[in-house]
């Protein structure tokens, strides 16, 4: 059974109660405010709005719009400049010393924001959190928002301008351009008082665990504040397993960050099928009451690279799964927690262990669907298919710099992220893609000096000259390659793998992309037959090379595009998913989810002196380190079940699953029963969550030739 998925902002929800429970305080200071919902849109295709004071009154001629959302789905499908939202709201006069601060989850792409015609701020970058201080520009009574968006790309804007498109004018980067407030909208009120965010490391220490959790505390009042930080560490079952209370002074108008350390003795790991997830709940309070409080989750593992090999928690692990686009013709890139659960519940069918996930930064809800069901994530910041003139422009490396910050920030607690990645598919075998990796690397382990950093490379597959490759520098190279499409035929994969691997003796390989799109074949159906051919053509070629840890299939759905159409075409899906956009599944997607299946699963009948049913034998393990993928399935259960053919259930039972791959036969017998000619086994290997991850049929028909096992589709109709 799935867990159900908690955001941050209903685990605080959450705190808040608990804390009224566990503290003798009085009531929580700080209060969320949301500001989804009801809003007024209109675009400004003249660029009229400032001109026309839009910021300080709602013009004429706006739409009701319900926000999160995207202009880019209906009449303004291909709507690219300036758009604006509009909302008032309601507030009281704010109490002596109250803070307020303007939050957005994300809005597409630069935007700024008004309050009460009071400029509040702006923001660059289209799936990160930011927010403004707009405490001096608020009345009591009718406050009004405005918010101008621009979503064009510029040479220097993130996604760019790739400037090998300029020439041809279809400069749009592969996927769509959703204007908007794509995420949520909401106000915090504080007394002045924040507990910005807390940063959390575990480290495992034999069979414990020592966490490190810097709190980070802002002052905005006008006088300083002696505080009292109290942090609580759950474990995953909820048990209070330590507390730790640190006094501090922050001056008025200041910042400081509050260290705080635990042990535990015995740590629950958190892998691949247990999500064994810690919680520190941390509050801030001035004179007995609270101020501030915040929640965040987090797990003990231990992720390394040791001879080329990725090992999780001392365990040797190869992996796969599928990127997928933040979209749907529903929704766009505002996507709702309903669109993103039955995505990856699609995703973890298809034994999804491994994502990039795509280009730009998640939704936190992703992240937190990750955490519960065990997929390892390297996010990245939308840096594509820039040149090395781009990659060098101071603009370009500052811009870059803010946004994998922000990302970090907000989801670097998460335990379910394995690394960075800090571009995509761009000129790093120039000196000025190479000068960008040194910069981003060196920031990104300033920011997180606990996790891997690479990037997407495109060169290698192309044969660029490995002397000049920025790839020598990340912690592992990730790969993208299209033989059988854009690199050539598919004859070519095998002897570019040789080549890649004596060029970098030293790195692990994570294939990051691959698949087949529908161009490269005359209508859909004829491309899925590509695209299953592909799956099962080069996932065996990868797993030959002990060194690639992980391939990454490009990917889950169509999605929207002005590039890499059917021939004709200047828009639409992109035909390239083992679903279309709407979710519906092609041949494909069965040819992976097979492939793919972690456990090896080999039936077979027991049979008496003349050849009547007397039991079964089944071998089932985790598939060896020599195939991908391999990884170790701890508490798995093998379910069997034998049936007539009216489907009356005749013997049943449970195995649990052995760790080790050669583990012997699993073994069932019974009294024969000679009346018995036609029978049917099923089995499921399901994992801890209660999940199928496999399933296997067995036919019986007597009498056999000598015994021999048939195929269940061989038999006769058998009723479910």
């Known amino acids: 059974m799935n867990r159900p998925m908690l955001t941050r902002f209903a685990l605080v929800s959450l705190l808040m109660t608990l804390l009224l429970s566990l503290l003798p305080l009085t009531a929580l200071a700080s209060e969320r405010v949301d500001l989804n919902g009801d809003w007024r849109f209109r675009t400004d295709p003249k660029g009229e709005g400032l ?184 474990a995953p079952d909820g048990t209070l397993t330590a507390s730790k209370t640190q006094s501090v002074a922050v001056p008025p108008s200041a910042k400081k960050t509050v260290p705080l350390d635990f042990s535990i003795e015995k740590a629950e790991l958190w892998d691949l099928d247990h999500a064994n997830l810690y919680t520190v709940r941390t509050s801030v309070a001035a004179a007995a009451r609270v101020l501030d409080a915040r929640s965040d989750s987090f797990g003990n593992r231990k992720l390394e690279i040791r001879d080329r090999h990725l090992y999780l928690n001392g365990q040797r692990v190869r992996l796969v799964g599928m990127t997928r686009h933040e979209e749907s013709p529903w929704e766009g890139l505002a996507e709702t927690t309903g669109t993103i659960k039955h995505d990856y519940d699609d995703l973890k069918l298809l034994h999804t262990t491994l994502t990039r996930p795509v280009h730009y930064p998640q939704n936190e809800r992703v992240f937190d669907y990750a955490d519960q069901h065990g997929i390892l994530f390297i996010p990245e910041i939308p840096v594509w298919q820039f040149t090395g003139e781009q990659l060098a422009n101071p603009k370009t490396i500052s811009l870059a710099k803010q946004m994998i910050q922000e990302m970090i920030e907000q989801a670097g607690n998460h335990p379910s992220i394995f690394a960075w990645s800090v571009c995509n598919e761009s000129d790093m075998s120039t000196p000025g893609g190479r000068e960008y990796f040194k910069q981003l690397k060196a920031w990104v382990n300033q920011l997180d000096p606990s996790r891997f950093v690479t990037f997407a490379d495109n060169d290698i597959s192309y044969g660029a000259d490995p002397s000049k490759e920025a790839a020598h520098d990340a912690d592992f190279i990730m790969m993208n390659q299209y033989y059988g499409a854009w690199n050539g035929p598919e004859e070519g994969l095998t002897p570019m793998l040789d080549r890649a691997g004596r060029q970098f003796p030293d790195k692990m390989f994570i294939i990051s992309e691959f698949g ?83 456990a090896v699963l080999r039936p077979r009948w027991k049979y008496g002196r003349w050849y009547e049913l007397a039991g079964l034998e089944v071998v089932a393990s985790a598939r060896p380190s020599s195939e991908l993928p391999s990884y170790p399935l701890k508490g ?22 052995p760790d080790a791959p050669d583990a012997a036969p699993l073994k069932a017998e019974w009294p024969v029963d000679p009346n018995l000619h036609h029978a ?31 195929p269940l589709m061989t038999l006769p109709s058998v009723k479910p």
């Open 680 to 710: 049917s086994l099923h089995l499921a290997l399901t994992n801890p969550r209660g999940e199928i991850e496999d399933e296997a049929t067995l036919g019986y028909l007597y009498p056999t030739t000598g015994g021999q096992d048939i």
């Open 51 to 234: 001109s026309s004071n839009w910021f300080k009154t709602e013009p004429s001629g706006t739409e009701a719009v319900r926000v999160p959302h995207t202009w880019n789905i209906g009449k303004y499908d291909e709507y690219e400049g300036l758009a604006w939202y509009f909302r008032t709201l309601q507030l009281p006069a704010l109490r002596p010393g109250e803070h307020v601060e303007l939050h957005f989850g994300a809005t597409f792409y630069l935007s700024k924001v008004w309050v009460n015609g009071a400029e509040a701020g702006g923001h660059e970058g289209g799936h990160t959190e930011y927010f403004f201080d707009i405490t001096k520009l608020l009345k009591p009574g009718e406050n009004f928002l405005a918010v101008q968006l621009d979503n064009r790309p510029t040479e220097t804007s993130i996604p760019g301008l790739a400037l090998k498109l300029k020439p041809g004018g279809n400069i749009w980067y592969d996927w769509w351009h959703y204007g908007g407030i794509v995420r949520d909208v909401w106000l915090v009120r504080t007394e002045g008082v924040i507990l910005r965010r807390q940063q959390i490391r575990s480290e495992l220490n034999g069979a414990g665990a020592k966490v490190h959790d810097d709190v980070y505390l802002e002052n905005a009042g006008a006088k300083e504040e002696r505080l009292e930080v109290t942090a609580r560490l759950f």
């Open 516 to 598: 087949t799109p529908g161009v490269f074949a005359n209508n859909s159906v004829e491309a899925d037959k590509l695209r299953a051919h592909t799956i099962k053509y080069q996932l065996d070629v990868f797993e030959k090379y002990d060194w690639i840890a992980g391939a990454i299939f490009w990917c889950y759905q169509d999605y929207k595009s002005h590039r890499n159409l059917w021939p004709g075409f200047t828009s639409g899906y992109v035909d390239h998913g083992v679903v279309d956009e709407n979710r519906q599944r092609r041949p494909s997607f069965f040819v992976w989810q097979k492939r793919t299946s972690p």
């Open 636 to 657: 798995y259960n093998l379910h069997w079940e034998v049936r007539d053919t009216e489907g009356k259930l005749l013997h049943s039972g449970d195995f649990a699953l």
